[in-house]
Structures are given as C-alpha cells and as structure tokens.
C-alpha cells in the first residue's frame, strides 16, 4: 500500500500553564524569579467558559455581603481570639482524600512522628531520646458560613517544656488551621470523599509550614499553593472593609503603594483617618448589603485623585500592596491579620472565595 | 481643539502611518523598533504621543494616519483611564476598523490592577479588536509588530480585496453570547 506523500495536519492545542504551578520562562532572562506568563490567546478569542459567576481570572463584578455574618453559637471564644491579631500566611488548598474527622488522634500521633524524624535529619541522637514535639489537631467549632461546609480544623505544633515543673505549660511553637467559610461551588461539585478545606493559614516558622504541608500532601493527595492577593482583590477589601460597621476605629485605613523605580522600588504610605474612609464609602454605596465592581472603582478613583490633587502623583499608575483597615490588614504576598472577631467570618468569605478561584 | 480625521488628508504613496497612544513611553520605543525591524516593502513612520489630542500647531505637517493602537498596561489604571480619555478626540470614522487596543501586562496576574471585564467591554463598546500581548517579551513584541504591519496594510489600502471594515470579524466569538 503506498503512502500518501501529504504531511499531517496536526491542529495545535492550547498550552494552558496554570498559574500557581509549572513556571514558564520565555527565553528572556528577567531580574525578579517566579514570573508566569500565562497563555493568553484564549482572552483574544473571547471564550466564555461555563463558570456560574466569573470567567477564568476575573474578579465577580458585585459580591453580597451576609448581613448574618456571626460566629455560630458553639464557638470557643477563646479559640477565636487565638486566631485574632497574629500574621498569617495564606496558602490554598485542593481538596483532600479520604480525610476523616473523626481519626483526628491517629493524624496527631503521625504528624507528630513526621515532624520528629524530619527535625532530627542530619542531627545525631541517641536512641530513644524524644525532641518533646507534639502535634494537636483539633477542630474549631463555629467558623462555618452555611451547612455544607466542613468544620475548621486547627494544627498546632508544641515544643514540651523543659522545666522540671509539673503543670509547666508546653509552648506553641507554630500553629496552622483550615477552613472553609461559604465554599458551596466546590464543595459540591466534588466526590464523595473529598473534603473541601480550601483556605489554610499558617503562623510561625517557614521550616514547619513547609513540614506540615508536605505531610498533608503525602497523607491526603491534595496540593498547597500561596494564596497571593491582586491588586484588584486588595482594593476590593480596602472598599468591604472601609464599610464594615465599627464601634471603635482603632487603626487608621492606610493603602501601600509600591512604584517600579531602578534601582528599588518606592513605597508610597496613603493612610486615611477611618471615618473619613467610611463617611466616603457611604456616599459611593448604593445598595446597602451589596458591592459593585463600579462602586469599588469609584471609591478608590476618589482616593487617587484626591492624592493627586496634592501631590501632583497618579497612584492609579502604581501597584497597591497591602491594605490595613481597622477590621484586618491583608499583603499582597498573601499575610493577613484579623483584628476583630465580629467581622471574622465576613474576611474568610472572601479569603475562601480566592482560594477557591485560585485552585479552579 | 483637533479631532484626528482619517480621511481629511491625501495618502502618500506606498507608505503609511501608525500613531501609537499609551503612557509608558518605554514600551512604546520598544515596540516601535520592533515594527521597523520587520521586512516590509512599503515606507512606514510611526508616531508616539502619550495623550491625545495631538497638538494642533502641527497639524498641517502630519501625514494621514492609518492606524491608532492605543496601548493599556493591565498593571495601571492609570493607563487605562489615559486611553478612556482620548478615545473621545477621535472622529468617530476611525472606529471602522482603523483602531486597536493592544493591551500588555495579563500575564502577571497577581499584578493586574484593570479588571478583565473593562477591557473588554471597551473593545465592545468602540467596535475595535484588542489584542493581548506581552510586550515584555521579545518573541511577542515581534510577533505583535507583524500583526500590526499587516493590519496597517490593510488600513492603509495596500491590499486589493481587504478594508479595514473586515476587522470587526476579528471580535466576534464562535460561542455566540
């Protein structure tokens, strides 16, 4: 049988990289590690994909604000003000296999050993002779924003004290919890047996982050990523938190700026008295409850021009960085600090909902 | 002050004029040598502003203009609102075909201050196709300079068959909204 001279045609897919994974470099060399270029051909061509509320990359253009946004009765007070006012680093996680509640004693024994042996690589030790870690995973109660979602879980890591007293304390060397507020999407649209954590917040220091994360990888198949925070979804907390009822304004609302400068970059510190932030933020929202794309746009266009008008410097030409209201305080690198309890579960709304856009 | 006309001028013969609009003036050289870099057989000149209107003293020196590319950088808002405000110092016969938006900067998305949806609904709103490119990469700039001295042929009249009006077939999706 003869072959055909004609060469195949071959139709040419799509490379789309992920953002939080593989890197892509393309062939230039560039100062800062870590860019991704993602494919962007497919915004050129104006795909619509079937997303019940965004397109791939978007931010929504209005988010609703839960008027019943409290903690559920049965949380621990002080649980919660443990997880107040401490820097925490985000990251987001896939959903996990085969995680059950209910071996949460199991998992604290096998963390505990994980975090033991990989301490003590490369050290020399005796046999027998115990580091004194402990690992407790517990659950925290409350911090759920409908049925569906899964409990919270809380990581800590305790280093047993050295004191030869007999109800010394052992000191928390690092703690990390899970959770979930409001996460319906996907949790529903996972198997059986998946459990939907998306949110992870980590404190303490970068090796047992790195320690605990890889355990849970191994142990449960899922994935941990940085949760980093754009600009857009900056101005969006700087708007939702500036608007957020408070009895008493602690902090002043304060916006960072970087601006690309050679040699290094300049910071620029815009820092609003509270009320005044809130007396505008009431004038440009519509809709109480509800907030648009256009009203957060206005909000921040009515800050920037108000900066220019003295300073004769347009920050719409600069990267906002990190947001601080007197409810929480958010980096772009993905920290965040809580401030109050009342608005806990309106800030980890929000953090969910990027976490969940960032694994999907 | 003066509108930018398309067709107020003569055309001279076997070149044609690009005007390139957007803020960051280095990305503006860099794609403008990219442009005169490509093999092409027709004269080209290529004007940068940063703004329009263009100033008016010089009207009468400046060739008739082809094509306006309006260049947005995802990464500051302030570019995007610079071309929202010149868009209205055009005549309004330029958007049949004879504009595009070349917006930079998506890749990073974790630096993205300009919202996908206002991009997007500019392209929709002014009729024009908008082009995604990286303006920091080399192969990109290259390639991008190509898409736009082809465009610029066909807007200049260089190609028998082809006017800028085909360009509108360029926005329309195969998934009809």
């Known amino acids: ?360 | 002050m003066s509108l930018v006309r398309p067709f107020d001028k003569l055309p001279t013969l076997n070149s044609a004029v690009i005007l390139l609009v957007g803020t960051d003036e280095r990305r503006q050289q860099q794609l403008a040598e990219a442009i005169l870099k490509e093999k092409k057989n027709f004269k080209i000149n290529i004007h940068v502003a940063t703004s329009l209107p263009l100033p008016a003293e010089r009207d009468h020196v400046r060739p008739r203009i082809d094509l306006i590319a309006f260049m947005i950088n995802m990464q500051s808002k302030h570019s995007l609102r610079n071309v929202e405000a010149s868009l209205s110092h055009i005549d309004a016969n330029f958007f049949l075909g004879k504009v595009c938006f070349l917006i930079t900067g998506v890749g990073r998305m974790n630096h993205c201050s300009v919202e996908m949806n206002a991009v997007r609904k500019l392209g929709n709103l002014y009729c024009s196709p908008v082009l995604f490119c990286e303006l920091d990469s080399e192969g990109i700039r290259a390639a991008t300079a190509q898409r736009l001295l082809r465009m610029l042929q066909i807007c200049a009249g260089h190609v028998p068959g082809v006017s800028a009006l085909f360009f509108s077939s360029l926005m329309k999706s195969s998934i009809d909204e």
């Open chain 1, 1 to 360: 049988m003869r072959r055909s001279g004609r060469p195949s045609l071959r139709r040419r897919q799509d490379v789309d990289t992920p953002d939080s994974g593989g890197m892509t470099r393309l062939g230039r060399k560039t100062a800062e590690t870590g860019i991704n270029f993602t494919n962007t051909t497919r915004f050129s061509r104006g795909l619509t994909f079937t997303r019940t509320h965004t397109l791939c990359g978007q931010s929504p253009t209005r988010r609703i604000i839960p008027q019943t946004s409290l903690l559920q009765e049965n949380a621990d007070p002080q649980k919660i003000a443990f997880l107040l006012r401490k820097q925490w680093t985000l990251y987001s996680v896939t959903p996990m296999y085969k995680f059950s509640y209910g071996n949460l004693k199991e998992y604290s024994r096998l963390l505990s050993a994980f975090v033991a042996t990989e301490k003590q690589k490369g050290l020399a030790v005796e046999v027998g002779n115990d580091l004194g870690i402990k690992v407790i995973l517990s659950t925290l109660l409350g911090l759920r924003g409908t049925d569906q979602d899964q409990a919270a879980i809380l990581v800590q890591i305790a280093l047993r004290s050295q004191l030869p007293f007999e109800n010394a304390e052992d000191k928390v060397v690092w703690s990390g919890w899970f959770c979930c507020i409001s996460g319906d999407d996907l949790s529903e649209s996972v198997p059986e047996d998946f459990t939907c954590l998306s949110l992870f917040l980590a404190n303490g220091a970068e090796s047992y982050t790195a320690i605990v994360g890889s355990w849970f990888q191994k142990t449960f198949d899922c994935y941990f990523s940085r949760l980093t925070i754009s600009p857009l979804n900056l101005a969006w907390m700087a708007a939702m938190w500036t608007g957020c009822k408070v009895d008493s304004y602690m902090a002043a609302t304060e916006l960072v700026f970087s601006v690309p400068c050679i040699p290094q970059s300049l910071d620029i510190s815009y820092a609003i008295h509270p009320e005044d932030a809130k007396a505008l933020w009431d004038t440009v929202q519509k809709t109480p409850g509800e907030v648009t794309q256009e009203e957060v746009n206005l909000f921040m266009d009515c800050l920037y021009s108000h900066f220019y008008r003295h300073f004769k410097i347009h920050l719409s030409a600069t990267r906002l960085v990190k947001v601080s209201t007197s409810i929480a305080s958010a980096h772009c690198d993905g920290n965040i600090k809580i401030l109050h309890s009342k608005h806990l579960i309106g800030v980890l709304t929000l953090l969910t909902e990027l976490a969940i856009s960032q694994i999907q």
